[in-house]
């Protein structure tokens, strides 16, 4: 599920992300995905850094709320996490 997200090209996306992890407090694969030959590990920090937004818009917002939850619960270390099985 959380590839799909990492996948998209929209980024409306951001909200349903901001929902499920802050909102909800969804648990977070670490990494996400493999991308190309399956040795790049995809965080979700860098599926967040990857939407192209505007700085100050509401998506922006919407990323840096998400980033500043993270932060809070020190993510990966601790809170919503489960460490993915290669």
């Known amino acids: 599920m959380w590839r799909i997200y990492g996948e998209s090209t929209s980024n409306e996306v951001i909200y349903f992300l901001g929902y499920l992890i802050v909102n909800k407090k969804m648990t977070i694969p670490n990494p996400i995905y493999y991308k190309g030959d399956e040795k790049t590990p ?3 920090y860098d599926i967040l ?3 192209r937004v505007e700085p100050g818009s509401p998506k922006d917002k919407e990323r840096q709320r998400i980033l500043n939850y993270l932060n809070e619960i020190q ?3 601790n809170g919503v996490f489960v ?3 290669r």
């Open 83 to 85: 460490e993915s099985k």
């Open 49 to 51: 850094q990857s939407f």
């Open 75 to 77: 993510f990966p270390k």
């Open 42 to 44: 995809i965080s979700i």
